[in-house]
């Protein structure tokens, strides 16, 4: 039959050239001229912020417990420790609390936060003593240390949700109290010396007068106060220099002011403290200690006031608490922070895409190609000799092309992997923001936080532009164009150079519409509200890139940041998505209106069509229906047998491993969809993302309908009456 059809063709072919009049060659018709597209991509969809309670609020109580001596008097049967466990117990059922302690009397014994009950119990353990002293100003010196250092090793971006809760529990009046200097009290105002150095001793000097008064001269209580000895800092942790005044009632509240000038200075989301003044009946102290009284010196008045007022300084509440009939010591707020969460900036960058990079002197203009998404654009590797399809030219030091060719002054070199001297022994990213550790241990950047300076543009982006990550200068107009750093590093212009026009005409665009609270499936069924905002980024530039089988690949990241505005000074949340698209020039683009839809509408429709195709093949195995047992797998032997293990799909040839590969990211063993259910899961927290794994290509969807479709035909099934979707 083929020997006859050849036949045919050339009769026909011999016949033609004898009926022509002309001696003219056949012209061959010229193929149709290709479509042209714009190097441009647009992409819709939606976000939704994280709900409230996803959101970490760590609660860190610290309690400073007074364990002087009169407490054996005062509460000779422990219920302060009784109240201290139950409370602990109580709040440790929230995952988010943990918990510090200062034992105080003549020194300070310290907890850091923990959430151990092996050691917090220690602490809550009668058994650990009591000492001679109330040391009011030392307890709240340790307390100041302590929480310094907490709120430096949590870092901006947690410490900025944290609520710090202080508990301050005392039975009395602080002790030792000193007045400063060396000679008012009974003995340094009898021994004949001029023991504070003003040319006076004894009876002629002010300072001795009325020095009886232990009231007003409260050194005669306590040999420690005028001591010509250095105190250490076992004891008296806040007593500096010789004869100074100590544990009086401004330095004291002094202390309170700089704890809460702490959550200034760290931004922290909260700081309060409370004060409670632990009492008992006189007839109950007595009936344990007898003359406890004039052996302790017991000042309820006294301690009252100042607890009230240090309540008052530290923006707490007080409590006077009768241990023999109280039964609630501690009911003060312990509620953690909570907040809902609000989109605060939205940017899109091509990874592989670059039109404004700095430090390279690039003379040309435009849109230009990064293959290896570096940072640096392909023109500028080629004539440095860096690899243009490798981030890191010198294969494993683990610092980038970009810093490496910034940085040659400083010792590096991207083309020797000896250089720098010192390697970076580690490639990790703990923030995401594509800077590694170590790279951002030499800027200075947050290792944990994405957006050091947040400003809204993630420190990678900064960099690659320019600009500084440390600073926020988003305001800023460092190139005098009129246009801030900020709307420029959104809009895809360069900062550094005088671009207004481009600014103006090809910058990419921002839409952007609240939906308000929105119930959202999370995956499992379950839904959880969340607020939602539908976007629609335009104009964002593409390059045709150099990268073997992925030629063309172009990866356009969205970043969003949200923030829960109710706590001033927050840091910014960092999520984002990626669409992984194709650009070879202005004759291949896929998709190829330029256009990348992920609404919710037509990811319903995406999902509707894959259930309906999905039944209508598995329908036309034998007995026409959907039965239970069938499993991808069985889809996967249909690709070997029908297909040759090639398909022509869209405009590429698809091998064997690739088609089922396609199955496996759309349906799982079951055949139920793979897809995440809703557009808005397709975000990923910027900590955990992979570009490899995480980013989305558009065009799959139709790519999966059209190998259902070609495996349908395989199986010579007729037209499905219909597209409804039969669950298996």
Known sequence: MRHAALALAVALSTGAAAASCTDAGVLPIPPPPAALSDALLRVQGRFCTDPPESIVFPLKVLFLVDQSGSLQCTDAQNRRFQALDELVGELRRNPNASFAFVGFSSWSRELPFTRDRAQIDQFLDPSGGLGPATDYQGALATALRLLETDMIDAGPSLRTRT????VFVSDGVPEPRCNAGCEDDERTCADGRDNDGDGLSDGSDPDCVGVTDHATHPDSNYGVCNTDREVGD??????????????????????????????????????TLHTVLLFAPQADVEAVCPGASAAFGYNGGQARALLQQMAQAGGGSFRDVNIATTGH??????VTLESREWLTDLVAANANARRAVAGFGLGATGVLADSDGDGVPDEVERALSTSVTSPESDGGDHYGDLLELRERDAGFDARDPALPAAPCADASDLDGDGLSDCEEAWLGTGMRDPD??????????????????????????????????????????????????????????????????????????????????????????????ELGADRG????????????????????????????????????????????????????????????????????????????????????DLVHDCLD?????????????????????????????????????????????????????????????????????CLACPEPPGNTAVTP
Not at 478 to 489: A, Q, T
Not at 521 to 527: E, L, M, Q
């Open 163 to 166: 609520k710090y809760v202080i």
């Open 234 to 271: 076992d004891v008296y942790v806040d007593y500096e220099g010789i004869c100074p005044a100590y544990n009086q009632p401004e330095q004291i509240l002094q202390r309170v002011f700089e704890l809460r000038a702490l959550a200034d200075l760290y931004s922290v989301g909260a700081l």
């Open 329 to 334: 010591f501690f009911d003060f707020d312990f």
């Open 452 to 545: 050091t300076d947040n400003d809204g543009i993630i420190d990678w982006l900064e960099v690659v532009a320019g600009t500084d990550p440390l600073v926020d200068d988003g305001a800023r107009d460092l190139d005098f164009d009129g246009v801030s750093n900020r709307d420029e590093l959104r809009g895809g212009s360069n900062p550094l150079a005088a671009d207004a026009a481009t600014y103006r005409d090809e910058r990419v665009l921002y839409g952007l519409t609240d939906v308000g609270d929105v119930a959202v499936d999370d995956g499992t069924g379950k839904t959880t509200v969340r607020h939602c905002y539908d976007f629609d980024v335009s104009r964002v530039p593409l390059a045709p890139t």
């Open 553 to 636: 690949r172009n990866r356009v990241m969205i970043y969003a940041h949200e923030r829960p505005l109710a706590l001033a000074g927050t840091e910014s949340r960092v999520s984002v998505v990626c669409a992984e698209v194709r650009y070879e020039g202005p004759t291949a683009k896929v998709p190829a209106d330029g256009r990348v839809d992920w609404s919710e509408a037509a990811w319903a429709r995406d999902h509707e069509e894959l259930l309906a195709k999905r039944d209508a093949l598995v329908a036309c195995r034998p007995g026409g229906h959907v039965p239970a047992d069938v499993r991808r797998s069985d889809l996967d």
């Open 645 to 713: 293990d090639k398909a022509a799909l869209g405009d590429r040839l698809y091998r064997g491993a690739e088609l089922t590969d396609l199955l496996a990211g759309a349906l799982d063993n079951r055949l139920r969809p793979r897809w995440a259910a809703t557009p808005s899961a397709l975000w990923k927290p910027i900590e955990s993302f992979d570009a490899d794994r995480d980013c989305v290509r558009p065009e799959e969807p139709q790519l999966v309908f059209a190998l259902l479709d070609r495996l349908r035909a």
